[in-house]
């Protein structure tokens, strides 16, 4: 069964900041793995999607990398703004269709 | 492309009640699915619908819960008899295939009293 950890569960930084955000999942007979950002009583947004043979993708501030072979993948934010506070949630899908996601990183960047 | 609508946005009801969500992916997307989410912790899926025909059901999905999707087009999901437990956001996603990712909507907050 597939299961997804993401550390840290918060984190708090000062604006400007550069900080990683990590998530690992137990079975890497993955098909993509997606970062998303939830905002406090909101849907999903999606940020970045990797298939299984990238290694990663960048959109605007925003990295995400893939290491299939060791179940890892790390979220990259650089420059943080108090705009970027949320959840962050990393979500893996296999040979079926559904999404498994982790519990997410609460974020928050202080003016 | 105007996103995945859900409606209603949020829903109170009184346990024993039925309640009806609608979802309405978007219009190229032929994958729709049902997840459920509490307070800190990530969504779960529930089931998921390749046009019409539904492929996949969460053991989660208990006899009390139906999820139809008529035509391929807007999906429902009813929950029978609520209970407290079934208090959650409940979040649907489309997608045109594996390659494209999902697209989540808004979600339905739902309250049982």
């Known amino acids: 069964k597939q299961e997804v950890t993401q550390i840290p569960a918060a984190l708090s930084v000062p604006e400007g900041e550069n900080l990683v955000l990590n998530c690992s999942f137990t079975?890497?007979?993955?098909?993509?793995l997606q970062w998303f950002r939830q905002d406090p009583g909101k849907g999903l947004t999606s940020l970045l999607l990797i298939q299984s043979s990238q290694r990663e993708q960048t959109s605007g501030r925003l990295n995400a990398s893939l290491d299939k072979s060791s179940g890892r993948s790390t979220l990259y934010i650089a420059a943080s703004q108090p705009g970027d506070s949320a959840t962050y949630l990393c979500?893996?899908?296999?040979?079926?269709?559904?999404?498994?996601f982790g519990k997410g990183t609460k974020l928050t960047v202080n003016p | 492309d105007t996103g995945v609508s859900q409606d209603p946005r949020h829903k109170i009801t009184k346990r024993g009640q039925n309640v009806t969500f609608r979802c309405d992916p978007i219009?190229?997307?032929?994958?729709l699915y049902w997840y459920r989410q509490t307070l800190g912790q990530g969504p779960e899926f529930l089931t998921y619908f390749q046009n019409e025909a539904q492929l996949e059901k969460s053991r989660l999905l208990s006899d009390r819960f139906s999820a139809e999707r008529p035509k391929g087009s807007f999906s429902t999901l009813e929950i029978q008899r609520t209970e407290q437990g079934d208090s959650a956001m409940y979040l649907c996603?489309?997608?045109?295939?594996?390659?494209?990712?999902?697209?989540f909507g808004s979600g339905t907050r739902l309250t049982v009293v």
């Open positions: 996603a489309s997608s045109r295939d594996l390659n494209y990712g999902y697209t």
């Open positions: 219009s190229e997307h032929n994958r």
């Open positions: 079975d890497s007979a993955i098909y993509n």
């Open positions: 979500a893996v899908q296999g040979g079926s269709e559904k999404l498994v």
